[in-house]
């Protein structure tokens, strides 16, 4: 279905983040990947019992509630690998897996995205185990095909494969509480006047309208990035790719816009105070917040289960879920156009070179990722857009709120994004990624004109 097809509203009516980039080269250098007299770590064969240890499993997504379901169904095939999840916030996972990767007490599964502000494949890759043999002996010579997503971004210039794909995601659309917009007799916005129109009637009655969040992530970036896609399609991956200067006005137009957001109370006056997780999260899911600008991961929360332990944690006693919907961002200028959907394949399981559970530990990752039975059980947490070709959540077992609403649009969510001809991380140096998010909170904070925002930008980006 062509993108913009896709209604504005309430389709049928619906992780960071950040931009950075596929990098072959790793940041650690080759020193980092030599074992015992040189030898490069990830050529080394399977290590310990490939059925049956102890491995563990880092990562900043999904939530330990999904991966224990993961863990669970693994483990009816295979009861002799314990598989111990570890869940980091995204502002932290960085941090913590470069200093267990660069010693021996660093995971033996860990989760690499393709770029981003968290665990870019630029930076993380050369730590992996080459998993193509597997994959070979698991799905043929050709096994690329039976993913729906590109494993090109997992992909090392030798040709050797640091990750096995667990699903995609795809931004530029916000989850709206249809509930809480259908209580006060409120359409979801479609033009940016009938935003700040709907602002205001949340505020009246005591809540936000967007929830929204700046500190460490770059989900400002992709709202950002959302509104130079309603003045101008396609600007923003040009950009991303050298074919377009930072400096075209188009850029400074859409911080311009995005800091009216914040005048107009279509965000919070404290956002740069604020973390998307768990901030943003947590106001949406207490339904403190009407709307919060969430990619396709945020299916998750549409079945009940996931919904009252989110809301659960948010400090709702007693919660009842609340029906969720997406929907695309609206028309941010008169005479714009809904932007389009980006997304890509969102993350993959990497082997740690080092481990000494490398068998095992392969074990589970192919079993997950390539099994009938745990694509399905990828696909059935709705977290991810399915990696495996054929597979589809089995909706009657996921226990939505309302499936006859959600299903419908979750399904046409997934076949836009998939289709989607723009990358979410793919194109972006860490430090470019960090540039624009450094340029959204300059301006957002009040001291920094748009202009002077991109000034800076392009100086940094020259330096890249």
Same mark, same amino acid.
């Given at each position: 279905?062509?993108?913009?097809?896709? #209604?504005?509203?309430?389709?049928?009516?619906?992780?960071?983040?950040?931009?950075?980039?596929?990098?072959?080269?790793?940041?650690?250098?080759?020193?980092?990947?030599?074992?015992?007299?040189?030898?490069?770590?990830?050529?080394? /064969?399977?290590?310990?019992?490939?059925?049956?240890?102890?491995?563990?499993?880092?990562?900043?997504?999904?939530?330990?509630? !999904?991966?224990?379901? &993961?863990?669970?169904? %693994?483990?009816?095939?295979?009861?002799?690998?314990?598989?111990?999840?570890?869940? %980091?916030?995204?502002?932290?996972?960085?941090?913590?897996? =470069?200093?267990?990767?660069?010693?021996?007490?660093?995971?033996?599964?860990?989760?690499?995205?393709?770029? $981003?502000?968290?665990?870019? %494949?630029?930076?993380?890759?050369?730590?992996?185990?080459?998993?193509?043999?597997?994959?070979?002996?698991?799905? @043929?010579?050709?096994?690329?095909?039976?993913?729906?997503?590109? *494993?090109?971004?997992?992909?090392?210039?030798?040709?050797?494969?640091?990750? !096995?794909?667990?699903? /995609?995601?795809?931004?530029?659309?916000?989850?709206?509480?249809?509930?809480?917009?259908?209580? &006060?007799?409120?359409?979801?916005?479609?033009?940016?006047?009938?935003?700040?129109?709907?602002?205001?009637?949340? =505020?009246? *009655?005591?809540?936000?309208?967007?929830?929204?969040?700046?500190?460490?992530?770059?989900?400002?970036?992709?709202?950002?990035?959302?509104?130079?896609?309603?003045?101008?399609? $396609?600007?923003?991956?040009?950009?991303?790719?050298?074919? =377009? #200067?930072?400096?075209?006005?188009? %850029?400074?137009?859409?911080?311009?816009?995005?800091? =009216?957001?914040?005048?107009? /109370?279509?965000?919070?006056?404290?956002?740069?105070?604020?973390?998307?997780? #768990?901030?943003?999260?947590?106001?949406?899911?207490?339904?403190?917040?009407?709307?919060?600008?969430?990619?396709?991961?945020?299916?998750?929360?549409? /079945?009940?289960?996931?919904?009252?332990?989110?809301?659960?944690?948010?400090?709702?006693?007693? #919660?009842?879920?609340?029906?969720?919907?997406?929907?695309?961002?609206?028309?941010?200028?008169?005479?714009?156009?809904?932007?389009?959907?980006?997304?890509?394949?969102?993350?993959?399981?990497?082997?740690?070179?080092?481990?000494?559970?490398?068998?095992?530990?392969?074990?589970?990752?192919?079993?997950?990722?390539?099994?009938?039975?745990?694509?399905?059980?990828?696909?059935?947490?709705?977290?991810?857009?399915?990696?495996?070709? @054929?597979?589809?959540?089995?909706?009657?077992?996921?226990?939505?709120?309302?499936?006859?609403?959600?299903?419908?649009?979750?399904?046409?969510?997934?076949?836009?994004?998939?289709?989607?001809?723009?990358?979410?991380?793919?194109?972006?140096?860490?430090?470019?990624?960090?540039?624009?998010?450094?340029? !959204?909170?300059?301006?957002?904070? @009040?001291?920094?004109?748009?202009?002077?925002?991109?000034?800076?930008? !392009?100086?940094?980006?020259?330096?890249?």
């Amino acid at each position: 279905m062509a993108d913009e097809l896709w #209604p504005t509203s309430v389709f049928s009516r619906r992780r960071a983040v950040g931009l950075a980039g596929i990098g072959l080269a790793t940041a650690a250098g080759p020193a980092l990947l030599a074992g015992c007299g040189g030898t490069d770590v990830r050529s080394g /064969g399977a290590a310990g019992s490939a059925t049956s240890g102890s491995i563990n499993w880092w990562s900043w997504t999904p939530d330990t509630g !999904v991966a224990e379901k &993961y863990i669970a169904t %693994f483990n009816k095939t295979y009861p002799d690998i314990e598989v111990t999840y570890k869940n %980091f916030e995204n502002s932290d996972y960085k941090a913590a897996l =470069r200093a267990g990767l660069t010693s021996n007490s660093g995971p033996d599964i860990f989760s690499v995205a393709l770029g $981003g502000l968290n665990s870019d %494949f630029g930076t993380f890759g050369e730590f992996g185990l080459d998993l193509r043999p597997a994959l070979e002996e698991e799905l @043929g010579t050709n096994w690329r095909k039976s993913f729906t997503f590109s *494993h090109d971004g997992l992909t090392r210039e030798d040709g050797s494969v640091a990750a !096995v794909g667990m699903g /995609g995601v795809a931004a530029g659309c916000i989850w709206v509480n249809q509930s809480m917009f259908d209580d &006060y007799g409120v359409e979801v916005p479609t033009t940016y006047d009938e935003w700040v129109d709907v602002a205001a009637i949340f =505020r009246a *009655h005591g809540k936000d309208c967007m929830a929204m969040g700046a500190v460490s992530d770059g989900f400002v970036v992709e709202t950002w990035r959302t509104i130079v896609g309603s003045i101008e399609p $396609g600007a923003w991956i040009s950009a991303l790719k050298g074919e =377009r #200067p930072w400096s075209d006005p188009v %850029f400074a137009e859409g911080l311009e816009i995005f800091s =009216r957001m914040k005048d107009d /109370g279509i965000i919070r006056d404290d956002v740069v105070g604020l973390t998307q997780y #768990p901030d943003a999260n947590n106001a949406f899911m207490s339904q403190k917040a009407a709307m919060v600008q969430m990619g396709t991961w945020y299916a998750q929360y549409s /079945g009940r289960e996931s919904a009252v332990s989110s809301m659960q944690a948010a400090g709702v006693r007693d #919660p009842e879920p609340f029906l969720q919907m997406p929907t695309r961002f609206p028309i941010m200028v008169d005479g714009g156009s809904v932007s389009p959907i980006f997304g890509e394949l969102d993350y993959g399981l990497s082997i740690n070179a080092r481990s000494q559970s490398t068998a095992a530990a392969t074990t589970f990752a192919l079993w997950l990722t390539t099994s009938t039975t745990g694509a399905q059980t990828i696909a059935n947490a709705i977290d991810l857009i399915p990696a495996r070709v @054929g597979t589809e959540p089995a909706w009657n077992d996921i226990g939505l709120v309302d499936a006859d609403q959600q299903v419908p649009a979750i399904q046409e969510l997934y076949e836009v994004a998939t289709e989607s001809s723009e990358s979410r991380d793919q194109y972006a140096k860490p430090a470019v990624s960090e540039a624009l998010r450094s340029a !959204v909170i300059s301006v957002l904070e @009040g001291g920094t004109s748009p202009t002077e925002a991109i000034t800076q930008l !392009v100086k940094t980006v020259e330096l890249v």
